[in-house]
């Protein structure tokens, strides 16, 4: 019923930069918090950053003074802007919402499919 696609990754130099989207679509009531996470092969999966329904905002220390998260709220989409890219951020990045389908339905966790993100050096 929901879906949410993202776009904007691909390969990088370091230093560079790369604007990754995520659209979500569907039965959407509401949207409390819309964010990303990234999984790197032999790494934990890391949550990146993630804005609220209010603005307020939380990034992951790695990526503090080089990633902005951002919102559409009319568009359902979540945009992260990294800048200064290093080899360490390659990852697949996956965007998720928390998100109502009607107005009295607990919250639920939707998941892109995600896209990679390569940085060389």
């Known amino acids: 019923q929901v879906q949410l696609v993202e776009s904007g990754g691909g390969l990088v130099q370091a230093g560079g930069s790369l604007r990754l989207s995520c659209a979500a679509s569907?039965?959407?009531?509401?949207?409390?918090?819309m964010g990303w996470y990234r999984e790197a092969p032999g790494k934990q999966r890391e949550l990146v950053a993630v804005?609220?329904?209010?603005?307020?905002?939380n990034y992951a220390d790695s990526v503090k003074g080089r990633f902005i998260i951002s919102r559409d709220n009319g568009k359902n989409m979540v945009y992260l802007q990294m800048s200064s890219l290093k080899p360490e951020d390659t990852a697949v990045y996956c965007c998720y919402a928390d998100l109502r389908i009607t107005s009295d339905s607990r919250s639920v966790i939707s998941w892109g499919q995600g896209t990679q993100v390569t940085v060389s050096s």
């Open positions: 569907g039965s959407i009531f509401s949207i409390n918090a």
């Open positions: 804005m609220v329904s209010g603005g307020r905002t």
